[in-house]
Nanobody, 121 residues
Framework: QVQLVESGGGLVQAGGSLRLACAAS????????MGWYRQAPGKQRELVAS???????NYADSMKGRFTISRDDAKNTLYLQMNSLKPEDTAVYYC???????????????WGQGTQVTVSS
């Protein structure tokens, strides 16, 4: 079984910063791509940023220059540094990882339970 646990969410004023972390644990043979998604009330879940195993990153246009995604494969942990936060960044943030649990299993996507980020104006 693979678990992803996010942390670091909270309440911050506009212009502030937060750093999210997502720790993967359990039966992990390898982790491929990882990413952060978010879902605001009444809206669909959207990609925030992703990072491949070789470190290639991809950002949604509205996050470029403000958010930085990174990963520490030794710790099986994904990070999201969020700067210059805006009220429209308010959402539940979810991490996703493409995990191969054992050498005999295919890779599948696993999701965390989400962490709330609220940006006040």
């Amino acid at each position: 079984q693979v678990q992803l646990v996010e942390s670091g969410g909270g309440l911050v004023q506009a212009g502030g910063s937060l750093r999210l972390a997502c720790a993967a644990s359990g039966s992990i043979f390898s982790i491929n791509a990882m990413g952060w998604y978010r879902q605001a009330p009444g809206k669909q879940r959207e990609l925030v940023a992703s990072i491949t195993r070789d470190g290639t990153t991809n950002y949604a246009d509205s996050m470029k220059g403000r958010f930085t995604i990174s990963r520490d494969d030794a710790k099986n942990t994904l990070y999201l540094q969020m700067n210059s936060l805006k009220p429209e960044d308010t959402a539940v943030y979810y991490c996703m990882a493409g995990v191969r649990p054992t050498a005999w299993h295919k890779e599948r996507d696993y999701w965390g339970q989400g962490t709330q980020v609220t940006v006040s104006s």
